[in-house]
């Protein structure tokens, strides 16, 4: 990692959206989140006091900046060479809160001022380039501390967080935008393997088409669970793409899915859980969906050959699907599966995860 770059935009980017009240002057006027530079001497008292050689990627991002602010929306202060030091030493009670979490116990503590949370490194668990695990705790979250394979990584997490939150402009969205176009069009020519990897990426990186993308494919590949984690995230205005909910996508494919999915037996209700509080506008996509006919699996053509496998030999109406999906369009720009299938009940049951894999995996139209 270069971190002076990529710490001066994480900076910059932080700077724009920033609330006056979180502006320190000096923040402010030189638009930079961190410190001066830690002197070698500095950085060599540190493994000194802890009687180990620091990791490369966090000796050096001390030799850039000895301390950062705002690491993401929850830690306000990383501690600099002064007072990076045990975890059993500097706060003990987190060890005691956290009982069989040897990691606690042989913790480094980086952080200095967070939401009941601490940032530390395992000088135990050590990889072949000198790379200590690192780990993000937070007693909120009522989880085990989450580890990442390095300083590096455990930054670059925070940095995914802080855009997931702000959404700040700049060249990070520009990228991450480009990289979900991309998608898109990797998933629709059957590579669904990378367009998944991409679009999980970015949903990190809070790009809600991302998120729009990424339930459809989950959904077909039979992880409702985790689809439909993303998809209660969409049910609310404030994390929805503008006018989502008079979305042909969202009308026609996602919520007669939620619709069905409310009539599973031992199912949570995603929508019964999103309808608290206003949500006028998901309130007024349900009345229209009460007023209008039965759902469709599709455009025409295609919507007419599943109904006439649907009517057929059971034992062919797998074939026959699959058979269909050539006559499949998009219904939008961002539809790249085709989800109202899981609105029948025979079709639900017959679309297992390998079956769903194989249309996700069969290349698709490109215009809707």
Do not use: C
Request: net charge negative; hydrophobic share 40%.
């Amino acid at each position: 990692m270069d971190w002076g770059p990529w710490l001066r935009r994480w900076s910059e980017e932080w700077v724009s959206v920033a609330e006056e009240r979180e502006l320190e002057p000096d923040v402010a006027r030189e638009r930079w989140l961190g410190f001066a530079p830690a002197t070698e001497e500095a950085v060599a008292a540190v493994e000194a006091r802890l009687e180990r050689e620091l990791p490369p990627s966090y000796r050096d991002f001390l030799l850039t900046t000895d301390g950062w602010r705002h690491a993401g929306q929850f830690v306000w202060r990383l501690r600099d060479t002064s007072d990076v030091d045990w975890l059993s030493v500097l706060e003990p009670f987190w060890e005691e809160s956290w009982e069989g979490e040897e990691m606690l116990h042989r913790g480094v503590l980086i952080s200095r001022d967070a939401d009941a949370g601490i940032l530390f490194l395992d000088p135990d668990d050590v990889d072949e380039n000198g790379e200590w695990g690192a780990y993000s705790l937070f007693s909120w979250r009522a989880e085990p501390p989450t580890r990442f394979p390095s300083f590096t990584a455990l930054m670059e997490d925070l940095y995914a967080e802080f855009h997931q939150m702000r959404k700040p402009a700049g060249e990070t969205r520009d990228l991450w935008d480009a990289e979900v176009e991309r998608a898109r069009l990797l998933a629709l020519a059957g590579e669904v393997d990378e367009a998944e990897t991409i679009l999980r990426k970015a949903d990190e990186f809070g790009r809600v088409r991302a998120t729009v993308l990424l339930v459809q494919l989950l959904l077909l590949g039979d992880r409702h669970y985790e689809a439909g984690t993303l998809a209660g995230r969409l049910l609310y205005p404030s994390y929805a793409p503008d006018d989502f909910y008079t979305d042909p996508l969202f009308t026609e494919e996602l919520l007669p899915w939620l619709l069905f999915q409310e009539t599973l037996p031992g199912r949570n209700s995603i929508l019964r859980t999103a309808l608290y509080g206003e949500q006028q506008e998901l309130r007024r996509a349900l009345a229209v969906a009460e007023k209008a006919g039965p759902p469709t699996f599709g455009n025409p053509e295609f919507d007419a050959l599943v109904r006439q496998g649907l009517a057929g030999d059971p034992d062919a109406v797998w074939p026959s699907v699959r058979a269909a999906l050539a006559h499949w369009r998009p219904r939008t720009a961002d539809h790249i599966a085709p989800i109202a299938l899981l609105t029948d009940p025979v079709l639900a049951s017959t679309l297992t995860a390998e079956r769903g894999r194989a249309l996700l995996s069969q290349p698709r139209s490109l215009t809707d």
